[in-house]
């Protein structure tokens, strides 16, 4: 397949790049263009949090490729250039440096962008937010002098993530958050305790069940965080992680198919010709759930990526894959595999020493395996994502039992 005008990719993150390079994989020979708001060649946006912030990794390390990889492969990348609005009758998209570009078809690989504080303070210096390269940079120099009293507002993944790296760097870290324990809403109380044990560990004070009543500071500066109740945590700094939300503007604008993302098919395909979405702005139809699902994760993007290439480039595409997460905090190291919405209110069964943090846990209904996280036990997620995808029925006491192995399971719920 090829074309004049080709496929465009707008935005330049990992999604749009893997997307790349689906589509030359697949065969595709016509042109090939990126358009990344960001002045910087694709990268990966978990190092932010992870090595990259703590010191350990370099800023060559998150790139998705080597800046050779898209000449090689006739990528073309448009750095540091935003899409304003869609043409749809004309294939065409504007660009804010007054050109149109014309396509054949385009993707929206736009992602998401973090919440920032919606009340008091939020205009203060040394308040945060982390999504870009330049904001982890920001970060790493404000954190790795140490000796900082900062204070996190949410304790989702990003927030718990960043404050191991500052309590690494030696800073006083506290974390606000109005649920009841950490990652509450992703992976429910009892496994959120875990990690409200590890990070309590390690001199983090959580302030859950916790309100924000503002951010307070003087000569313009945040100095602190106003509590309900009136107490202040005083602050050298303040870091919001408070969610993230995908960036449709394009889509609503030009009449595409927008609920909680923009919505496409298992192929990636939106309401509107030739326009395709993927990563996390995308609500992509899942069949195994049988519904949609809009997820923000790295795998989203890494998985999701080349399949829409390969969508895009003519082949038949139907994307299929359990929603993957990892995280290091200190010396706890955690993969994870499944689907939020078969989760809700669901408690986990735990395989393994879940005081000594080495162990599985599994999210089951009607005794199948909807999710899993493998918490300092590696090479079992694989068989985690067998356990959901297989939909098969599981004895549970078996499941929880460390003696017998992952794999005579398996094949036990296969007969």
Known sequence: MSSEHGIVIVGGGLAGARAAEGARAAGYDGPVRIVAAEDAMPYIRPPLSKEFLNGTGTR?????????????????????IRATSLDLPSHRVRLDDGRDLGYDRLLLATGSAPRHWPGAGAELEGVHVLRTIGDSIALRDLLSPGGRRIVLIGSGWIGLEVAAAARGYGNEVTVVAPEAVPLQAAIGP????????????????????????????????????????????????????????????????????VDNGVVTDAAFRTSADEIYAVGDVASVYQPFLGSHLRTEHWATAENQGPAAGRSM??????????????TDQYDLGMEYSGYGPLMAGVEPVFRGDVPGREFIAFWLADDRVVAGMNVNVWDVNEQVQEFIRSRARVDVERLVDPEVPLDVLLQEARV
Do not use: C, N, Q
Not at 200 to 229: C, P
């Open 190 to 257: 009892t496994a959120g305790e875990v990690f409200a044990r590890l990070h309590r560990e390690h001199g983090v004070d959580l302030r859950m069940s916790t309100k924000v009543d503002g951010i307070v500071g003087d000569g313009g500066r945040a100095t602190g965080v106003a509590l309900e109740g009136g107490e202040v945590v005083p602050a050298d700094a303040v870091i919001v992680g408070i969610g993230a939300v995908p960036l449709t503007a394009l889509a609503e604008e030009a009449g595409i198919l």
């Open 60 to 80: 060559e390390s998150v790139d998705v490729h080597p800046a050779e990889w898209y000449d090689e492969h006739r990528v073309e990348v448009l750095r540091g």
């Open 313 to 326: 480039a003519g082949e038949a595409v139907e994307y299929d894959e359990p929603p993957y997460f990892y």
